[in-house]
C-alpha cells in the first residue's frame, strides 16, 4: 500500500472524536490509525471505541487519544498481518517498520464481507403517514414507495433487516394503504408481512397499540422514512445487556457554521471567539428497540407520538437509552433532498 492510500487511515493525535468519526466514516474500514507526523503508530480508534467512550460521558470536542486504544495488534510483515486478520477477525492491520512507523496496512485483500448475525427479531414499520414534505410525489404515491433508484423508500429499510434474518414484518397503514398492499402482493421476494390500518392518523407511536398481545419478545420498531446501516446484532446486544424497555438510535449530526460566533461579557466585552465551529448533536433516527410491555402502556386509539412514550416510560422509572451511531450509519428519506443523496450513496452517480 502507498503513502497516498494510507492516508485515509492515519491522523494526527490531536483531532476530536468528531473528526475522528468523520474520517472514520470516509476510509469505510471502521478504523483510524493515530501516528506521530513521521508515521510512528500511537493507537488506534474504532466507532466502538467512540461509542463506548461517548456511552460513559464523553464528549465529541475530546482529543480521539482520550478513546483510543493504545497497544492495537500490528505485525512486521504482510504475511504475518495476514495470519493476525484471519485468526481473529481483525478490520484492519497496520504493518510497522522497525521504528514503528506504519508502512502499509492490511485488511483482507478483498476478502468476502462477513456475514450478518441471524438475529431473528420482528420488525415493526410505521407507514402511515402521508410524506408531506416529499409532495408533490406524496399525492401520487404513499411515502413507502417513493422509489429510490430501483427500490422504493420501504424494500430498502426491509432488505437492510433481512440482511439479519428479520423476516417477520409488521407494517402499520393509513394514507393510500391499498396501494401499499397491492405493490406487495405482487412482489416477488415474498415478504413475510401482517398489515394494521389505521382509521385515524394516530402518530409515530399511537398505531403500536394494534399489535397488542401480538408480540411476545424484542422487536425492532421504525419509521418509514429512515434507513440504518449500522451494526443491528451490536445494537441489539446493548439493548439486552443494559435491560432497557426501549433503545433509541441516535446518530451524531456535525454541522458546521458559515460564520465565527463570538461570546459576549459585560458591557460588551468579548469573551470568546471562535471561527466557523463545528457544532455535534444526536439527532433521534425514528428507530428503536422495544420489548412488547411498552405496547401495554399506550392508550387505544390516541394520536401520540413514539419519543413521547419514550418519556412516560422514562417517568416510570424504566431503562430507555440511546444508542449512538454515526452519521453516515443513517439516512433520513423524508425530504427530497436527502432523497437524491440517498440514492448516490446506493447506486453512485
Known sequence: MDKQALQPYLAAAD??????????????????????????????????????????????TDPAANAANRTPKTARTAEEAKRLYHKKNFVVIPILDEEGRIVSLYNGDG?????????????????????????????????????????????????????????????????????????????????NVAWYDEDKPLGTGGGLRYLKGKLRGTFFFANCDALLTANYERILQFHKENGNVITMICAYRNTTLPYGIVEMGENGRIERMEEKPTLSFLVNTGIYVVEPEVIDDIEEGAAVGFPEIVEKERQKGRKVAVFPVSENEWMDMGQLSELEKMRKKLYGD
Open 15 to 60: 483531532l476530536t472524536l468528531a473528526q475522528a468519526m468523520r474520517a472514520i466514516d470516509a476510509n469505510g474500514d471502521g478504523i483510524l490509525f493515530l501516528a506521530e507526523a513521521d508515521g510512528r503508530l500511537l493507537g488506534c480508534i474504532t466507532d466502538g471505541d467512540i461509542r463506548r467512550y461517548l456511552l460513559a460521558g464523553g464528549k465529541m
Open 111 to 191: 476478502a468476502a464481507a462477513r456475514p450478518c448475525a441471524a438475529l431473528h427479531v420482528p420488525v415493526v414499520i410505521n407507514a402511515g403517514g402521508r410524506g408531506t414534505r416529499l409532495e408533490p410525489f406524496t399525492k401520487v404515491l404513499p411515502k413507502p414507495l417513493i422509489p429510490v433508484g430501483e427500490l422504493p423508500i420501504i424494500e430498502l429499510i426491509m432488505q437492510e433487516y433481512r440482511r439479519y434474518s428479520c423476516d417477520e414484518f409488521h407494517i402499520i397503514v393509513n394514507y393510500k394503504r391499498e396501494l401499499m398492499k397491492a405493490y406487495f402482493a405482487e412482489n416477488e421476494n415474498r415478504y
